[in-house]
């Protein structure tokens, strides 16, 4: 059964730095234990009577729903900020006073912003666990974690894997957060994006050495373990016309996938835009709609560490 949360260990869950290497293995130990419940073929209340506020600022769809999944399957229950329209979000409330609210309401609350440092700066606000689901072009912890738990159920292993992350590494979230975890585990990692939306030198200044930077996928393709597609982040871009100018930079088909090792498998934290064509899905390389289920294990493993009873 999964774990309670260890002594001294951070509530709150802002970036992969606030989990230790054993956290890592034990939510995703405990994660694999739960797909059971996860399906629902098992019922397994263990928290009956906790209450999670999902605090989103910016639109979701697999994040909101599988936290929201993850905690019904475990016997809890949810409340929602809703729509921004018909939240006090309209009127000028501010998030410190919104967070302050639903610190008193709720035993966790789950917060997706735009704004790049809003889960720290909630975390510092709220004494309840406070999980980042999506700080601007900051960090998505919980979306590593399944991608760590999908990694492991497809390659069976995470060490020593050479890895392509491609698309939007300059505003994607998801990948910042991933690449500092694959780092833990050795991986040999190729940045491909167009230059304008290379990774930023915040996150490949922590990473050691075994990063290299590419603006095509050709040349590295037969190469790679691990595809990790990303969506351009539209919304994040200051000014319309450089989206135009890389909007369909990549779209991986069937075609392009000629020259991979049969083992690759493609990674798409999802929603798709134009990236990966619908061939693709009947390929044995892709992993992306189980990628999204997984994410109902993974989050009930991350509820039970934090608000579960030792
Ligand atoms: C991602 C996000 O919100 O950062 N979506 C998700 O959580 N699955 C990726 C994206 O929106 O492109």
């Given at each position: 059964m999964p774990r309670p949360l260890a002594k001294g260990m951070s509530k709150d869950l802002i970036t992969m730095d606030d989990l230790s290497d054993d956290d890592i293995v034990g939510l995703l130990d405990?994660?694999?234990?739960?797909?059971?419940?996860?399906?629902?073929?098992?019922?397994?209340?263990?928290?009956?009577g906790k209450?999670?506020?999902?605090?989103?600022?910016?639109?979701?769809?697999?994040?909101?729903?599988?936290?929201?999944?993850a905690m019904k399957r475990l016997g809890g229950n949810v409340i929602n900020?809703?729509?921004?329209?018909?939240?006090?979000?309209?009127?000028?409330?501010?998030?410190?006073?919104?967070?302050?609210?639903?610190d008193g309401y709720c035993d966790l609350a789950v917060l997706r912003h735009p704004r790049q440092g809003a889960a720290q700066y909630a975390?510092?606000?709220?004494?309840?666990?406070?999980?980042?689901?999506?700080?601007?072009?900051?960090h998505h912890p919980t979306q590593t974690l399944l991608d760590l738990f999908?990694?492991?159920?497809?390659?069976?292993?995470?060490?020593?894997?050479?890895?392509?992350?491609?698309?939007?590494?300059?505003?994607?979230?998801?990948?910042?957060?991933?690449a500092a975890a694959l780092a833990r585990y050795d991986a040999t990692m190729h940045f491909i994006a167009p230059k304008s939306l290379a990774m930023?030198?915040?996150?490949?200044?922590?990473?050691?050495?075994?990063?290299?930077?590419?603006?095509?996928?050709?040349?590295?393709?037969?190469?790679?373990?691990?595809?990790?597609?990303?969506?351009?982040?539209?919304?994040?871009?200051?000014?319309?016309?450089?989206?135009?100018?890389?909007?369909?930079?990549y779209t991986i088909s069937a075609e392009t996938l000629r020259d991979a090792k049969p083992v690759l498998r493609i990674l798409h934290p999802l929603p798709r835009v134009n990236e990966i064509a619908t061939d693709v899905d009947d390929t044995g390389h892709a992993a992306?709609?189980?990628?999204?289920?997984?994410?109902?294990?993974?989050?009930?493993?991350?509820l039970e560490m934090l608000l579960g009873s030792d």
């Open positions: 405990d994660a694999a234990r739960l797909v059971p419940v996860a399906h629902g073929d098992v019922h397994l209340p263990l928290l009956e209450l999670l506020g999902n605090m989103f600022f910016e639109p979701s769809t697999r994040t909101r729903m599988s936290f929201e999944t900020l809703g729509a921004l329209a018909s939240s006090s979000v309209s009127k000028g409330e501010t998030l410190y006073d919104t967070m302050r609210m639903v975390a510092d606000a709220c004494t309840i666990p406070i999980v980042n689901a999506g700080d601007g072009a900051g999908t990694i492991r159920e497809e390659l069976g292993k995470l060490e020593g894997l050479t890895v392509g992350l491609l698309g939007d590494l300059r505003y994607g979230r998801t990948v910042h957060s991933l930023p030198r915040r996150v490949t200044a922590e990473l050691p050495d075994g990063w290299s930077a590419h603006t095509t996928l050709d040349e590295i393709l037969p190469e790679l373990d691990l595809l990790y597609v990303t969506r351009i982040q539209k919304e994040r871009f200051p000014d319309p016309e450089d989206y135009a100018r890389v909007a369909g930079a992306y709609f189980r990628q999204a289920f997984n994410g109902v294990p993974v989050r009930m493993a991350l």
